[in-house]
């Protein structure tokens, strides 16, 4: 009687084993930078339909009221018109609070870090103006902002952990309809753009015609300035700047680092230009012709400043 003989079976060797490691780890260093920055990108779309959303409420806001929103500036740009307005808690589109003195300096309401001050997570946003417009807390929030000590870099890290955006300090309680052009009441020389080699000037008499597609309304911003470094409040002014943490290119050139911000403008619509990490609000305004109290050079723009705020109503609007 013959015995079949079973086939031999036989396990991999030590340098089979080694080859499909050395595969497994080629992979995973080609596919986890892939994956981080699918993630971050991710993100970045995420944070556009935020600030679309955003604009989406205010402009509803706005048919209800007839004028946007107001903003923590005016507190202070009454100070033009020789009064001052209280800054009491549920009059800016936000819902952050200062205390406002008499002198038009600010004491600041929360303790930082702002991130666990349980006031301002309260306050922020369900407080706002726009709240009722826009209920969803996380449509403030960056999904890529991390919350933590405000931290000079260039993505912007380290946000106050309940606000992402600015809104255009100049345009609250303004209505839209006064909002089509500007009269320069003065010169206004050598304004900074977000070109380093460039700038732009206005001439008194001259007139800018605003374009809703062009017109900054909100802006993802920057922490390290007044929306999580000073004060936190949602004010994007001259001197605040923006987070260009998506898709952030280190730069291998004298320009510096340069990323995508998450921008929505007044005709509704959202984009995430490219700009150099820190372009500062004076420059995006300089861009589209807006005025901006907070000039590069010159001093306080009050005159254009006045004329530009001359149809906010004198007395407290509430």
């Known amino acids: 009687m013959t015995r079949s003989k079973l086939p031999q079976s036989h396990g991999f060797t030590l340098v089979e084993l080694l080859v499909v490691i050395s595969i497994i780890g080629i992979l995973m260093a080609i596919l986890i930078p892939a994956l981080s920055t699918a993630r971050k990108q991710a993100g970045g779309v995420v944070c556009q339909s935020n600030v679309r959303q955003l604009m989406t409420g205010v402009n509803v ?44 300096s600010y004491t600041p309401a929360y303790t930082q870090p702002y991130h666990l001050d349980p006031e301002f997570a309260t306050d922020v946003p369900t407080k706002g103006t726009l709240f009722p417009y826009v209920k969803d807390e996380r449509v403030y929030l960056c999904p890529n902002d991390r919350p933590g000590v405000a931290a000079d870099t260039p993505e912007g890290g380290g946000g106050n952990g309940r606000l992402s ?34 700038k732009r000037s206005f001439r008194v008499g001259e007139v800018v015609r605003f374009s809703p597609a062009t017109f900054v309304t909100f802006v993802e911003e920057h922490p390290k300035a007044n929306l999580n470094g000073d004060w936190p ?3 994007f002014n001259g001197l605040d700047r923006i987070a260009t943490r998506h898709q952030l290119n280190p730069g291998a050139n004298t320009s510096g680092p340069k990323g995508r911000v998450s921008i929505a403008y007044m005709d509704g619509h959202a984009d995430d230009p490219i700009y150099r990490a820190r372009t500062l609000g004076r420059q ?13 050079e010159g001093g306080p723009d ?8 001359n149809d906010i109503p004198g007395t407290c609007p509430w």
Do not use: C
């Not at 706005?62 to 808690?89: K, M, N, Y």
């Open 284 to 296: 995006i305004f300089t861009e589209f012709g807006q005025p901006h109290i907070w000039r590069n």
């Open 165 to 198: 955006y600015g809104f255009n300090a100049y345009i609250g309680f303004r209505s839209p309809d006064n909002l089509r052009s500007f009269r320069y009441a003065a010169d206004s020389i050598n304004n900074e753009l977000p070109d380093p080699n460039k």
């Open 302 to 309: 009050k005159v254009n400043m006045t004329a530009f705020l």
């Open 61 to 104: 806001y706005v048919a209800d009221e007839g004028a946007f929103p107001g903003t923590h500036s005016l507190f202070f740009f009454q100070s033009l018109f020789d009064q001052s307005w209280p800054r009491i808690s549920g009059v800016t589109w936000d819902g952050a609070r200062d205390k406002l003195n008499d002198n038009l």
């Open 233 to 235: 409040d949602g004010n």
